[in-house]
C-alpha cells in the first residue's frame, strides 16, 4: 500500500506498506546494503541482486531526505520516504549544482598505466556486466573478448590471454573449474563473483586463484590485471 502526506511545513512523507513476513530487527539496518539480500544466502539471480534498497537510499540522501524501515517479525514493513519540499520562488542565483551529477562530472581523469595484454577473455553470462568489462577494456586499450560458456572459454583461451571468469553459471563447467583448467595451462586467470560465499573464498584460495567480489571498482580492477599480466610475463622459475 502506498500513502503520500504532508509533512511539517519543511517536508513531504511517502510511505509503502506490505504485509509481507517482516524483517527481523538485526537483518533491518542490512538490507540498505549493497547486494544483501535477506533469505537468498545462495545469491540466486532470479530472485534480483539486492541493489534496489541501496540505490533508492542512495537517490534520496542526494536529495537532501531519508529513506527509513520499520518491521515486525510476523507483520510487515514499512517503508517511508521523507523529502524535503522544493522552494519554487529560490532566485536562480541561489540554486545549488544537482548532487546527482556533481559528482559524476567532477571525477577525476586518470592516465592508466599499460597493461601489457594481448587479450582479456572474459568468461560472463550477465550481459550487462559483460558490456561493462568490455567498456572499461575499451577505456584501456585491451583488446576484449566475452563468452558466457565455460566450454567456449576453454576452447577459446589462448598463451597471451588474461581470463576472468564468472563462478556461477548457467550451464556447462563452473568458472572455478575453467579457472583451475586455464591456470594448469599456464594462463593467467582470475575469478569473479557477486555472491558472498565464505566457502568460495576458501576454494579459490586452495587453487591460488584471486577472487574478486561485486561490485569491483574499475581502480581495482585495472590493478588486477596488471598484476595477472606482470605474472604471466615473469619467467619460470629454473628447476
Known amino acids: 500500500?502506498?500513502?503520500?502526506?504532508?509533512?511539517?511545513?519543511?517536508?513531504?512523507?511517502i510511505q509503502v506498506r506490505d504485509g509481507g513476513p517482516g524483517i527481523p530487527s538485526a537483518d533491518q539496518a542490512r538490507?540498505?546494503?549493497?547486494?544483501?539480500?535477506?533469505g537468498?544466502?545462495?545469491r540466486n539471480r532470479q530472485a534480483g541482486f539486492g541493489l534496489g534498497l541501496a540505490i533508492a537510499r542512495r537517490f534520496t540522501e542526494a536529495m537532501?531526505?531519508?529513506l527509513t524501515l520499520r518491521s515486525t517479525p510476523g507483520a510487515g514493513c514499512v517503508m517511508q520516504v521523507?523529502?524535503?519540499?522544493?522552494?519554487?520562488?529560490?532566485?536562480?542565483?541561489?540554486?545549488?549544482?544537482?548532487?546527482?551529477?556533481?559528482?559524476?562530472?567532477?571525477?577525476?581523469?586518470?592516465?592508466?598505466?599499460?597493461?601489457?595484454?594481448?587479450r582479456l577473455l572474459v568468461l560472463e553470462d550477465d550481459a550487462l556486466v559483460a558490456r561493462a568489462m568490455q567498456a572499461l577494456a575499451q577505456a584501456w586499450g585491451l583488446p576484449?573478448?566475452?563468452?558466457?560458456d565455460g566450454t567456449q572459454a576453454l576452447a577459446t583461451a589462448q598463451p597471451g590471454d588474461v581470463v576472468l571468469c564468472d563462478i556461477r553459471l548457467p550451464?556447462?563447467?563452473?568458472?572455478?573449474?575453467?579457472?583451475?583448467?586455464?591456470?594448469?595451462?599456464?594462463?593467467?586467470?582470475?575469478?569473479?563473483?557477486?555472491?558472498?560465499?565464505?566457502?568460495?573464498?576458501a576454494q579459490a584460495q586452495?587453487?591460488?586463484?584471486?577472487?574478486?567480489?561485486?561490485?569491483?571498482?574499475a581502480s581495482a580492477l585495472h590493478a588486477l590485471l596488471l598484476r595477472l599480466a606482470q605474472t604471466q610475463s615473469a619467467p619460470a622459475p629454473s628447476a
Open 171 to 201: 550451464q556447462g563447467p563452473s568458472g572455478l573449474e575453467v579457472a583451475v583448467a586455464l591456470q594448469q595451462r599456464g594462463i593467467a586467470v582470475a575469478l569473479i563473483t557477486g555472491e558472498a560465499d565464505p566457502e568460495l573464498l
Open 64 to 66: 537532501g531526505g531519508s
Open 144 to 148: 576484449c573478448h566475452v563468452v558466457d
Open 1 to 13: 500500500m502506498l500513502a503520500a502526506r504532508r509533512g511539517d511545513a519543511h517536508d513531504v512523507r
Open 40 to 42: 537468498n544466502p545462495q
Open 31 to 38: 538490507v540498505f546494503d549493497d547486494f544483501v539480500q535477506i
Open 82 to 118: 521523507r523529502l524535503p519540499q522544493s522552494n519554487a520562488a529560490a532566485p536562480a542565483s541561489a540554486q545549488q549544482p544537482s548532487p546527482l551529477v556533481s559528482p559524476i562530472l567532477a571525477l577525476p581523469v586518470i592516465d592508466w598505466p599499460a597493461l601489457g595484454i594481448t
Open 206 to 217: 586452495a587453487q591460488q586463484l584471486t577472487l574478486l567480489t561485486k561490485p569491483v571498482t
